[in-house]
Every structure is written in structure tokens, then in C-alpha cells.
């Protein structure tokens, strides 16, 4: 979706390597989310944040990091990668006031963990 | 665990149909919303209803909420090929920090 964007689209990483999916938006919402999309759990919060410098966990935050020192990037980062953590991730953004319109979502990032 | 549950999880109908799909929670809310999902694609923002609503409607979609029950409907008249995708309700379980919690989802096909 024009205006916030996720890299990479596809990432092929190795067991207990770190790597980092970047989100970017063009709006300067306030809320930002991370989700991930597995076959029969639907879509599962990870973490979410409310504005810069604040961020709060969601259902799987485990072996997961964030930051949000800027408003317009969220990025995801996973310490040391397992095959459980293989799947789509999705970044979302929100803003405070404009709740009718809901989440825009991004692409998703396919990411296999081998 | 989930929030929200939709039912059925699949459905598939011939083109000009009605296509009816249902979530049920588990907490109380103060709104809900549908997305839809194109395959491969990220969720798209449908419509919204807030708990002191019942019903509401855009184009052909038509949304109901029943908070005594903790359920909502999805019903989309006259559907087109285009319409196939996946359909997620989101609920914010009364969280005030606009933290949606989303269903497994309901794969609709329409056949032309």
C-alpha cells in the first residue's frame, strides 16, 4: 500500500542469525503494529507502539525486539532466528482520531528460517 | 488465544450470491472491524462498527454487531468474482490503546 512500506519482500535467513524487518510510513501516524500471519492462527500481534520511544507488547512478543526512535519507521527485529518464527510478517499503522478508517496495512515480509 | 473467531472457515458460492460470515469474541469491545485479504497481499480495511451500533452498511457490505451475544456478521450481497479473499474480524477487547486483536479468518471463493 502506497505510504507505508516493508523491506524486504522475501528473506531467507539461517538459524540463530539476527535480522531485522524494516517498516516505514509516510503519514506520521501514531500507532504502529507488527503482526505475524501463520496458517491456522490468522494474524498474531507482536508488538505495537503508540507514538515514538513507546512501545508495548502484544501476544508473541517472545524472541522479538523493537524500536521506534522515529515516528515514520517501526522496525522488527529477531535476536537469533528460529523455524518456529518462520512466516509473513505484517507492519500496520494507525492514527489516533481517525479510527473509522483502521489499519493500513503494508506488502508483509515472507520470511523462511531454515 | 484468539479474540475472534470467524465462522465458517471457508465458503464457496457462485457469482450473484450472498456471502454471509460470522465472528464471535470473547471479551467485551469497544468496536469492531472487518479486512479483507487478497491473496498475497496485505489486509485492507473494510468498515467499522462501534459497540452502541447494530447495524451498518457500505456498498454491499453489510455489517451487524449483537454485543449480547459477542458476535458479529459480514454479509456481502450480490458478490462478484473479485470478491474472493480472506475476510478477519478485529476487535479491540476494550484496550483503549487502538490494539486490535484479529480471527483466523474465513476464506471465501466466488465462482463465476
Known amino acids: 500500500d502506497a505510504g507505508i512500506t516493508q523491506s524486504p519482500r522475501y528473506k531467507i535467513t539461517e538459524t540463530g542469525r539476527q535480522v531485522t524487518l524494516m517498516c516505514h510510513q509516510t503519514?506520521?501516524?501514531?500507532?504502529m503494529f507488527w503482526y505475524r500471519q501463520d496458517l491456522g492462527h490468522g494474524l498474531r500481534l507482536i508488538y505495537y507502539?503508540?507514538?515514538?520511544?513507546?512501545?508495548d507488547k502484544g501476544e508473541v512478543p517472545d524472541g522479538y525486539v523493537v524500536s521506534r526512535s522515529k515516528t515514520e519507521n517501526f522496525p522488527l527485529t529477531l535476536e537469533s532466528a528460529t523455524r518456529s518464527q518462520t512466516s509473513v510478517y505484517f507492519c500496520?499503522?494507525?492514527?489516533?482520531?481517525?479510527?473509522?478508517?483502521?489499519?493500513?496495512f503494508g506488502s508483509g515480509t515472507r520470511l523462511t528460517v531454515v | 488465544s484468539q479474540q475472534g473467531e470467524e465462522d465458517p472457515q471457508a465458503l464457496s458460492i457462485q457469482e450473484g450470491e450472498n456471502a454471509t460470515m460470522n465472528c464471535s469474541y470473547k471479551?467485551?469491545?469497544?468496536?469492531l472491524q472487518w479486512y479483507r485479504q487478497n491473496s498475497g497481499r496485505g489486509l485492507v480495511h473494510l468498515i467499522l462498527?462501534?459497540?452502541?451500533?447494530r447495524e451498518k452498511h457500505s456498498g454491499r457490505l453489510r455489517v451487524t454487531l449483537d454485543t449480547s451475544k459477542k458476535s458479529s456478521s459480514l454479509l456481502i450481497t450480490a458478490s462478484r468474482a473479485a470478491d474472493t479473499a480472506s475476510y478477519f474480524c478485529?476487535?479491540?477487547?476494550?484496550?483503549?490503546?487502538?490494539?486490535?486483536?484479529f480471527g483466523t479468518g474465513t476464506r471465501l471463493k466466488v465462482l463465476a
Open positions: 500496520a499503522s494507525s492514527e489516533a482520531g481517525r479510527l473509522n478508517y483502521g489499519y493500513t
Open positions: 503519514w506520521s501516524h501514531s500507532y
Open positions: 507502539s503508540a507514538a515514538a520511544d513507546i512501545t
Open positions: 471479551t467485551s469491545i469497544n468496536n
Open positions: 462498527i462501534r459497540s452502541n451500533e
Open positions: 478485529a476487535t479491540d477487547a476494550l484496550t483503549g490503546t487502538y490494539k486490535y486483536i
